[in-house]
């Protein structure tokens, strides 16, 4: 059996398993851009800046999602989340006696 990277998949899977990073993962793949003051004023998220940041930073460490830092209103400092490159394909297989994981670049096409 190939090694595998146990670590790198509970990270992943950690990061999926929440309903607030799922819908955070899910209006990052409808917007360019996405930042915690934005989504914090949206009946969608009641949950804090804070608490929205944290989520943030956890899809970004699982792969998910990079950051850049930018200037928001009144020239304030903010970071923004988009998706990472074109997005990532994440395929889970269980079947008897072995299971795969993969966890890479999607290959999208463009429409």
Same mark, same amino acid.
């Given at each position: 059996m190939a090694d595998i990277d146990y670590k790198e998949q509970v990270k992943v899977f950690k990061a999926l398993n929440s309903e607030v990073r799922l819908r955070l993962l899910r209006r990052a793949t $409808? !917007?360019?851009a996405i930042s915690a003051p934005d989504l914090a004023q949206e009946?969608?998220?009641?949950?804090t800046p804070e608490s929205i940041?944290?989520?943030?930073?956890?899809? $970004? !460490?699982a792969g998910f999602?990079?950051?850049s830092d930018v200037r928001g209103p009144g020239n304030r400092p903010r970071k923004e989340f988009s998706l990472k490159g074109k997005g990532r394909s994440l395929v889970f297989e269980v079947i008897e006696d072995d299971y795969l994981f993969t966890f890479e670049e999607a290959d999208v096409a463009n429409y």
């Open positions: $409808e !917007e360019k009946d969608e998220f009641e949950i940041v944290n989520n943030l930073n956890q899809l $970004e !460490e999602l990079e950051s």
